[in-house]
């Protein structure tokens, strides 16, 4: 592999112009498809296989009429203090209001709360829903501004007034204040490492440009495949993050390469051909994490763990190819200034420059402190890890509703009211779907599985059934006394299922509970079950991964084990943030509760392909360095000297992307990006720099051994590049004539 790409990268920096070329005409291509496909919808989580998704086909199937209706909002009317809403003057305000809706443009229909009984206990508030022929997101501006014109209306009238529903949903748009200041810590860290601001540019010209065409191909794909906003963020997200790391690992080797006299075009095919040996890995474990996402069977998380793959794939692609093609245009400007003088000094000639990463820096010092010290460095950093996780054993699952957004939007306000007037699980109610196609008695069956509901401890209220055109299938709502996300609704949901169980058995009806509670409830749990089983799927993958690149049975395993830490740290800060409320006021979280229930294995999948990266690129240097005669200790310091600097940076390069997402009013998001920020901090910082370098000291030659079964039978896919020492003999970092010394183990 190490070979082709040494290929690709001189061809790219002969053939700069036409690479160039053909990437900048594949966005233009793809911009041009973006702007004139049709805008997506956002779509409901669906898991099909759970009862709740079968009774929204069944529901789907038998009242086919409900799929026609559009986007639906629900105006709140609260009556001043001491009054209430049925009062004259009060009701005469709430009819003018829904007076000047009703018939309007886009409007389909306006309940009366009066004639539907939609009014409190105490009468002081009402609400009613106004349904929409069109989507959210094709409703009009002037259809929306009509809707609050008329919630004004009814606040100068004195009442409290406010819209709840999905008509004012809106996609996210990214491109706010805190990504650009995520970008622009990005930005800052670049030139500080590579001490050249054209090096940085480069990083980041390249990074956005892989971006905007990943994010332009969601945008054209959108209607058709289904993609929503939270898919095209998640593309921009990882994409950017690894778009920048991928580049500033190859421009780093292709200076560390011109710094020891290589020519550029020379330099550009070691790079591609060293770093990008790695780059090549590291995405591609990214992409099957993310791809392998679809397992699960949740169509929007395949959605999500496809495009952020997609975006990957690109940010490779680009890193391969456009970078070193950009290495010709650029020339000695990619080098520091001191690198640069250094040049001119020499004439122009290919002679080794200071600019080689042979000084003592700061990761080398790190390095001799840890090998000084590793099994204190290793039960700090083990023992911090595993106190950051315990809160990840109070973790809990759970998928947002208008309750966790901030309480200056008026669909919290809304929320807030209706739990007030109609207490909390108005918000959340469930719908009981009841099939008496095989029945004898469809009357007998439905009134007995009323009878079995109203029953059951913890519901508030029943509604009359709902017969469809056929009369075979009778639908009815559940109001339950709790919250929708509470611990007691969910154990509700339960009990009715298993209450309903014997009314089947007796009526040979086929009794479903469902509803937007029920079917999160069954989507969390889903994501409980397969939690542990993705989780021993990618572990086993990192360590088949890892054995193949460094042949080693004891490295894969330490980084397997690290990756775990990591992972759990990352959990107990998503449960001590997002559960328990710590620290929640600094990044704008109002209200806490469950984890969003897609997160862990979301947050798994990506942070496996990360945490690879940086095992790839830290090892592979001190894997070189021991393959050609150093110590295990001076291979470790190695490692350090050379990538380090480089590893740190690329780390905070994406822990500023991911954290500059946390300012977002999308749930999803947000949560993305505390959990990958936290644990990109982990496992770069803890893990790798520090339980990483202290496990291999401990092990020493033992860290490189592989029983020579393996060593026979597994691929040799020259990582380090090996193979490429007969095109630079220099490539090596210690002598060439200290012969190699791979510790393998007897048959």
Same mark, same amino acid.
Do not use: H
């Given at each position: 592999m190490a070979t082709s790409l040494y290929r690709i990268g001189r061809w790219a920096f002969r053939r700069r112009r036409l690479v160039s070329a053909v990437w900048l005409g594949v966005l233009v291509l793809v911009g041009v498809a973006a702007a004139l496909a049709p805008a997506g919808q956002e779509e409901d989580l669906s898991m099909p296989g759970t009862e709740s998704q079968k009774a929204f086909d069944l529901l789907d199937e038998r009242f086919p009429q409900s799929n026609s209706q559009g986007a639906e909002a629900r105006l709140v009317f609260r009556a001043p203090d001491g009054q209430r809403v049925t009062a004259a003057e009060n009701r005469a305000a709430v009819e003018d209001t829904l007076g000047s809706l009703d018939g309007g443009r886009q409007v389909?229909?306006?309940?009366?709360?009066? *004639?539907?009984?939609?009014?409190?206990?105490?009468?002081?508030?009402?609400?009613?829903?106004?349904?929409?022929?069109?989507?959210?997101?094709?409703?009009?501006?002037a259809t929306k501004s009509a809707l609050e014109d008329a919630a004004n209306q009814a606040r100068d009238a004195g009442l409290t007034v406010e819209i709840g529903g999905s008509a004012l949903d809106s996609e996210e748009e990214p491109g706010g204040t805190t990504e650009i200041i995520g970008v622009v810590v990005a930005a800052v860290v670049l030139v500080l490492t590579l001490g050249s601001l054209v090096a940085a540019g480069l990083s980041l010209l390249t990074a956005f440009l892989g971006v905007a065409i990943a994010f332009g191909l969601v945008s054209a794909l959108a209607a058709p495949l289904g993609l929503t906003s939270t898919v095209a963020i998640l593309a921009l997200m990882l994409g950017l993050a690894v778009g920048i790391d991928y580049a500033l690992f190859i421009i780093s080797r292709f200076r560390d390469e011109r710094a020891r006299g290589s020519e550029p075009e020379e330099a550009a095919g070691l790079?591609?051909?060293?770093?990008?040996?790695?780059?090549?890995?590291?995405?591609?474990?990214?992409?099957?994490? /993310?791809?392998?996402?679809?397992?699960?069977?949740?169509?929007?998380?395949?959605?999500?763990?496809?495009?952020g793959a997609g975006a990957v794939a690109l940010a490779v692609l680009v890193a391969l190819t456009l970078v070193p093609a950009l290495f010709g245009f650029f020339g000695r400007r990619m080098l520091s200034r001191a690198a640069r003088k250094a040049v001119r000094r020499s004439g122009g000639s290919p002679h080794p420059v200071p600019d080689a990463a042979g000084r003592s820096g700061l990761g080398?010092?790190?390095?001799?402190?840890?090998?000084?010290? =590793?099994?204190?460095?290793?039960?700090?950093?083990?023992?911090? @890890?595993?106190?950051?996780?315990?809160?990840?054993?109070?973790? *809990? @699952?759970?998928?947002?509703?208008?309750?966790s957004k901030p309480v200056e939007t008026t669909q919290r306000r809304a929320y807030d009211l209706l739990s007030e007037g109609f207490g909390p699980g108005f918000n959340g109610p469930l719908t009981v779907v009841v099939d008496t196609s095989e029945s004898s008695d469809t009357q007998a069956a439905t009134d007995s599985v009323v009878r079995t509901v109203r029953a059951v401890e913890g519901v508030a209220s029943v509604g009359e059934p709902v017969l469809d055109r056929a009369g075979d299938t009778a639908v009815l709502t559940a109001v339950p006394r709790t919250a929708p996300n509470s611990g007691e609704t969910k154990d509700l949901v339960h009990a009715i299922r298993s209450a309903v169980a014997d009314v089947e058995a007796d009526t040979d009806a086929g009794i479903l509970v469902t509803g937007t509670t029920a079917l999160n409830i069954d989507i969390s749990e889903a994501m409980s079950d397969a939690l542990l089983p993705y989780l021993t799927v990618v572990i086993g993958l990192a360590?088949?991964?890892?054995?193949?690149?460094?042949?080693?049975? @004891?490295? =894969?395993?330490?980084?397997? @084990?690290?990756?775990?830490?990591?992972?759990?740290?990352a959990f107990g800060v998503l449960v001590a943030v997002f559960q328990w409320g710590w620290a929640a006021d600094l990044i704008g979280i109002e209200q806490t509760g469950p984890v969003m229930s897609l997160m862990p294995i979301l947050v798994i999948g990506i942070v496996f392909g990360l945490a690879m990266d940086y095992e790839v690129f830290l090892l592979t240097r001190m894997r070189e360095a021991y393959v050609h005669g150093a110590s295990p200790g001076e291979a470790v310091v190695n490692g350090f000297r050379h990538s380090g600097?480089?590893?740190?940076?690329?780390?905070?390069?994406?822990?500023?992307?991911?954290?500059?997402?946390?300012?977002?009013?999308? =749930?999803?998001?947000?949560?993305?990006?505390?959990? /990958?920020?936290?644990?990109?901090?982990?496992?770069?910082?803890?893990?790798r720099m520090a339980i990483a370098p202290a496990v291999l000291a401990l092990l020493g030659h033992r860290a490189w051994w592989l029983p020579r079964i393996l060593d026979r039978v597994l691929p040799n896919v020259d990582i380090e590049g090996e193979a490429l020492s007969r095109h630079a003999p220099g490539l090596a970092t210690v002598p060439a004539a200290a012969a190699p010394r791979l510790p393998v183990g007897r048959d």
């Open positions: 389909a229909s306006v309940t009366d709360p009066y *004639e539907t009984v939609a009014v409190s206990e105490d009468g002081t508030i009402a609400y009613s829903t106004v349904t929409y022929s069109a989507d959210a997101v094709d409703l009009t501006g790079a591609v051909g060293t770093a990008g040996s790695a780059v090549v890995f590291a995405g591609a474990t990214v992409f099957i994490a /993310l791809a392998g996402l679809g397992v699960v069977g949740i169509p929007e998380l395949t959605k999500m763990g496809l495009g080398t010092r790190w390095a001799r402190f840890v090998l000084r010290r =590793p099994l204190a460095v290793l039960m700090i950093a083990g023992l911090g @890890l595993g106190a950051v996780a315990v809160p990840a054993l109070s973790l *809990e @699952l759970g998928l947002p509703g208008d309750e360590v088949l991964l890892l054995t193949v690149v460094f042949r080693s049975i @004891l490295v =894969p395993v330490k980084a397997a @084990l690290g990756f775990l830490l990591s992972v759990g740290a600097r480089v590893v740190a940076a690329a780390a905070i390069i994406m822990i500023s992307v991911f954290a500059g997402f946390i300012g977002m009013n999308n =749930p999803t998001i947000q949560t993305m990006g505390v959990g /990958l920020a936290a644990a990109v901090a982990f496992d770069a910082f803890v893990v």
